[in-house]
Nanobody
Framework: QVQLVESGGGLVQAGGSLRLSCAAS????????MGWFRQAPGKAREFVAQ????????LYAASVKGRFTISGDNAKNTVYLQMNSLNPEDTAIYYC???????????WGQGTQVTVSS
């Protein structure tokens, strides 16, 4: 079993920044992937960013590339999402997820609300 706990959400003005954290516990191996997803009101959940514990280039959705940065701290089993130049379209509940084999995201956190005011 894997448990994921997000933190760092909040209210920020357009142009501002936030950093989300996802603390993971459980049997997470080097082949796993950690991702951030988001869901805005009335919209489907969408992919934001992904990182693999084994290394390699992170993946980003086109809508956040150049503004968001995903990173991980293996020693702390924690993944971060640094979000800069936020705009109201980034308002959503942000979820952390874990794919143990790097393919299917099986485990999800409870989500953290990010609200960007104009």
């Amino acid at each position: 079993q894997v448990q994921l706990v997000e933190s760092g959400g909040g209210l920020v003005q357009a142009g501002g920044s936030l950093r989300l954290s996802c603390a993971a516990s459980g049997r997470i191996g080097s082949n796993s992937a950690m991702g951030w997803f988001r869901q805005a009101p009335g919209k489907a959940r969408e992919f934001v960013a992904q990182i693999r514990w084994s290394g390699g280039n992170p993946l980003y959705a086109a809508s956040v590339k150049g503004r968001f940065t995903i990173s991980g701290d293996n020693a702390k089993n924690t993944v971060y999402l640094q979000m800069n130049s936020l705009n109201p379209e980034d308002t959503a509940i942000y979820y952390c997820a874990c794919a143990l084999t790097g393919a299917l995201y099986e485990y999800w956190g409870q989500g953290t609300q990010v609200t960007v005011s104009s």
